[in-house]
């Protein structure tokens, strides 16, 4: 069992910087990835990283303007967001798998969530 805790949300103006952070409680997966949901709108895939060789992928609408990283001697990953949007807003997860790399950008295929932290931009 792998428990996840994030913090770092709050509430930014338009092109303002935040960023979030993930602990794990252990390090029995292979991914972790970062996941959004904004209101009236069903989760999507955000950002990930290979616990053990650290590559990285992002959806489109953020790869110019989010950095996903990891310490994993602190068993954490963190999530870098820059000039932060409106359309940014949402609730922002973490998420491990054990998933083969094929399946990092794929929700289901994660086993282990946090319970979420709120990102509201406005201005």
């Known amino acids: 069992q792998v428990q996840l805790v994030e913090s770092g949300g709050g509430l930014v103006q338009p092109g303002s910087n935040l960023r979030l952070s993930c602990v794990a409680s252990?390090?029995?997966?292979?991914?972790m990835g970062w996941f959004r949901q904004a209101p009236g709108k069903e989760r999507e895939f955000v950002a990930a990283?290979?616990?053990?060789?650290?590559?990285?992928y992002y959806t489109d609408s953020v790869k110019d303007r989010f950095t996903i990283s990891k310490d994993r001697a602190k068993k954490e990953v963190y999530l870098q967001m820059n000039n932060l949007q409106p359309e940014d807003t949402a609730v922002y997860y973490c998420?491990?798998?054990?998933?083969?790399?094929?399946?990092?950008?794929?929700?289901?295929?994660?086993?282990?969530w946090g319970q979420g932290t709120q990102v509201t931009v406005s201005s």
């Open positions: 998420a491990a798998s054990q998933g083969v790399l094929s399946t990092i950008r794929q929700q289901e295929i994660y086993r282990y």
């Open positions: 252990s390090t029995t997966f292979r991914h």
């Open positions: 990283i290979t616990w053990n060789g650290g590559n990285t």
